[in-house]
């Protein structure tokens, strides 16, 4: 029997965590695929750490990061650089993740090509092009030219009907993120003594790394936790910053040296999901962890004004709060304050995946391709 040959392409961090799981089982079945690994590494430092705990040893790295780099640069190289890739490579089908210009680049170019493209993580909405920026338009673009969509809800599900995606072509899978977090939580005991936590204080664990929250917004978040440590002795913060320029200029004009207040460099998956099992409170506007953090039971405050992901805020775990300063400083008082409402909160769900994600996923391409 010829072997079907998959071919996964990713750049970003987040695409690394939710892709790796993936690439692991269809390792399982070398009789039947034919896994190859194409990295874009649009984040050089933040993808090479995910491949390192999920030991990766991509086929195809094109190095694309630079310094600052824009849209622009990251979509025609992303683009012109996959074709040689198809080319040598000869898939029988790629897969890309999410909402990254990676992965709208990479399966547009496949398209180009003409190579089935299957989506992983399709269907995400909140029909507002300019929120995300531009994470909306790139995942209306992704579905648009993917033919598999493998969808993480039933919300995902109908809004891919709403799409007019054809409805055979759409599988609820779950989540592979909650493959890749089950499994590093179950293997993995990270030491988390580096970053000198008290352990005698609530931690709060704070990212932020949206376009959208650029300049004004992310210095307004800043200025919360300012204000929230200087009112609660009893608590501390800890915040991995992102290596965008644009993240590390503001966070670290305001928040470093300030006490209580613990600045590290990005985080190992394994540690973070240590960290986030320690935190209190989870303040973030990443995707990723809003879909973590509820299957640990913490509550998050979401540092947006609109979320892809709603099925957690129905849910009652996660709360969207925007960036207005005021704002977030009284609902993270409210959970410190009021144990009913941090009760409320930290309730264990998982309206997002099993953990058996990537079986489904690969089952699905071996009935389709085979
Ligand atoms: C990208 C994605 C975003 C995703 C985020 C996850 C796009 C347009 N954006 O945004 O959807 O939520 O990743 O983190 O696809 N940098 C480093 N080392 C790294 C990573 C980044 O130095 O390992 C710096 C570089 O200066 C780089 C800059 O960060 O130019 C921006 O990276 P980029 O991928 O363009 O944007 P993100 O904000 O990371
Ligand atoms: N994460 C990590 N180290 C960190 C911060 C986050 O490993 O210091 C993980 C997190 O658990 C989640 C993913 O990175 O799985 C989310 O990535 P990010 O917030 O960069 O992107 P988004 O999900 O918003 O696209």
């Given at each position: 029997m010829k072997k079907i040959k998959v071919l996964t392409v990713f750049?970003?961090?987040?695409?690394?965590?939710k892709m790796a799981p993936l690439v692991k089982e269809f390792e399982k079945y070398p009789e039947t695929f034919k896994s190859v690994v194409c990295v874009t590494?649009?984040?050089?430092?933040?993808?090479?750490?995910?491949?390192k705990l999920f030991d990766i040893k991509p086929d195809y790295d094109l190095n694309i990061m630079k310094p600052n780099q824009n849209l622009w640069t990251i979509t025609s190289e992303v683009l012109?650089?996959?074709?040689?890739?198809?080319?040598?490579c000869k898939p029988d089908i790629v897969l890309v993740h999410g909402d990254t210009t990676t992965s709208m680049a990479a399966a547009l170019s496949a398209f180009y090509a003409r190579i089935p493209v299957g989506h992983v993580e399709a269907g995400l909405r909140t029909f507002d092009k300019h929120y995300p920026f531009p994470e909306e338009i790139n995942r209306v673009f992704a579905d648009a030219v993917c033919t598999y969509h493998f969808a993480p809800t039933e919300t995902s599900?109908?809004?891919?009907?709403?799409?007019?995606?054809?409805?055979?072509?759409?599988?609820?899978?779950?989540?592979t993120v909650i493959d890749a977090l089950l499994h590093t939580v179950e293997n993995n005991k990270a030491d988390l003594s580096y970053i000198g936590l008290d352990p005698n204080l609530k931690t709060i664990l704070l990212t932020s790394h949206r376009r959208e929250n650029f300049g004004e917004p992310i210095r307004n978040i800043c200025k919360a936790v300012l204000e929230l440590v200087e009112k609660n002795k009893d608590i501390q913060v800890v915040y991995p910053v992102h290596l965008n320029p644009n993240?590390?200029?503001?966070?670290?004009?305001?928040?470093?040296?300030?006490?209580?207040?613990?600045l590290i460099e990005p985080m190992e998956?394994?540690?973070?999901?240590?960290?986030?099992?320690?935190?209190?409170?989870?303040?973030?506007?990443s995707g990723g962890v809003q879909e973590e953090a509820p299957s640990l039971g913490k509550p998050v405050l979401v540092l947006r004004s609109t979320t892809e992901r709603p099925e957690a805020v129905e849910y009652g775990t996660v709360k969207?709060?925007?960036?207005?300063?005021?704002?977030?400083?009284?609902?993270?008082?409210?959970?410190?304050?009021?144990?009913?409402?941090y009760k409320k909160m930290s309730e264990s769900i998982n309206p997002y995946g099993d953990g058996l994600s990537c079986q489904r996923i690969v089952e699905i391409i071996k009935k389709e391709l085979a």
């Open positions: 750049g970003t961090r987040p695409e690394a965590i590494a649009q984040h050089r430092q933040m993808l090479d750490q995910v491949l012109l650089l996959m074709k040689e890739v198809f080319e040598e599900v109908e809004n891919l009907v709403k799409s007019a995606i054809p409805k055979e072509h759409i599988y609820k899978t779950g989540n993240v590390q200029q503001p966070v670290k004009e305001l928040l470093e040296g300030k006490e209580r207040i613990h998956y394994a540690p973070f999901c240590s960290l986030m099992k320690e935190a209190h409170i989870i303040m973030t506007d969207l709060v925007g960036t207005n300063t005021n704002k977030i400083v009284e609902e993270v008082q409210k959970l410190l304050d009021n144990p009913d409402e």
